[in-house]
C-alpha cells in the first residue's frame, strides 16, 4: 500500500511541476509550449494569424495557455 501512496505523490508532483507557473507566457515560452520558435510565432502576429495574444503595458507581448490550447485543437482556425 505504500507504494501506492508513493507512486500517487509522484505523479502529483510531475503535473504541477509541469505547468506553467503562470497561464501567461512570453513569446519564447509560448513557442516552447507550441512546439515552435519565437521567430514563427512573430511572422504569425505580423501576418495576422496564430493563435490570439496580447499586449499589455502598451508593449509586452503575452499569449494565454487557454488561448494556446485552443489554437491546437482547433488545428490553428
Known amino acids: 500500500m505504500t507504494e501506492l ?3 500517487a505523490i509522484r505523479k502529483v508532483i510531475r503535473e504541477e511541476t509541469s505547468r506553467p507557473v503562470s497561464p501567461w507566457l512570453d513569446t ?3 513557442a516552447a509550449y507550441l512546439g ?3 521567430g514563427t510565432l ?3 502576429r505580423a501576418a495576422g494569424i496564430g493563435p490570439a495574444y496580447h499586449i499589455m503595458q502598451e508593449r509586452l507581448v503575452r499569449y494565454h495557455a487557454d488561448d494556446l490550447d485552443r489554437f491546437v485543437r482547433t488545428g490553428g482556425r
Open 5 to 7: 501512496t508513493i507512486d
Open 28 to 30: 519564447s515560452g509560448a
Open 36 to 38: 515552435s520558435t519565437a
Open 42 to 44: 512573430k511572422n504569425w
